[in-house]
């Protein structure tokens, strides 16, 4: 009889757990002339694994080269015109839907945490004078990215920015290193409420011809 109890309170404290657990994902990347390198890694309890972005990508690429070329549809101009048409007539509710999801992933993003934000550049053309006003460039650039992850997000570090002007050479190299964390349960609420929305405006994002069109 006890059982009756105990597996369901653990269950229930399990589920507790894993709702107010901290995920963590870092983003690691790195520019130079000779090497480009983009890093994921998430982590959650003692768990740790990191993607190799840019190889996934290249691998996705490379078994899309191997797969067989569709053969030509007659009526594709056709389907494409119809299918642009009817996208065309669905664009205010398109834009209305983008707001609202836009407002439910902004409640999401107010949770989250930036625990680390490091993006250094060192950059030179050549000439001085041009190396001068691109560094300007990208200052500006840096600090617009800047203001909006402090407007959606919970900077709980003060951002570390550097742009380097190199006025002896031509260079271009960039580090970023990006670190955020939120709550388990924070994110399935974010996702449920995107499903439950999506799916009651389906009509919206699904159009009945994409199949044909997709053949």
């Known amino acids: 009889m006890q059982w009756l109890i105990i597996i369901p309170a653990f269950f229930i404290l399990l589920c507790f757990i894993i709702f107010i657990t901290k995920l963590s994902i870092i983003i690691m990347a790195c520019y130079t002339p000779g ?9 959650i309890w003692f768990i740790h694994y990191t993607f ?12 899309k080269e191997t797969k067989k070329e569709p053969v ?6 056709e389907k494409q015109t119809r299918f642009f048409s009817e996208w065309l007539e669905k ?5 209305k839907s983008m707001g ?28 001085a004078a041009s190396t001068g006003i691109l560094a300007g460039y990208v200052w500006s650039v840096k600090g617009m990215v800047t203001g909006l992850i ?6 709980v570090k003060t951002p570390e920015l550097d742009v380097v002007p190199v006025f002896q ?4 190299t960039t580090e970023l290193e ?10 399935l609420l974010a996702g449920l409420k995107l499903f439950r929305y999506i799916r009651k405006h389906r009509a919206v994002f699904v159009d009945e011809g994409a199949t044909d069109i997709r053949g």
Request: glycine share 4%; proline share 2%; charged share 35%.
């Open 178 to 187: 990006c670190m955020i964390s939120f709550r388990v349960g924070q994110a």
């Open 150 to 155: 402090s407007h959606y997000m919970k900077l």
């Open 72 to 77: 030509p549809d007659e009526n594709e101009e």
């Open 35 to 43: 090497e480009q390198r983009v890093f994921v890694q998430v982590r």
């Open 100 to 127: 609202d999801i836009h407002t439910i992933s902004k409640d999401f993003l107010r949770k989250v945490k930036v625990k680390k934000f490091l993006w250094r550049s060192h950059l030179g053309t050549g000439d």
């Open 91 to 95: 664009l205010p509710e398109l834009i």
């Open 169 to 172: 050479g031509k260079i271009t």
């Open 52 to 63: 190799n972005v840019l190889e996934m990508l290249e691998k996705k690429k490379q078994k």
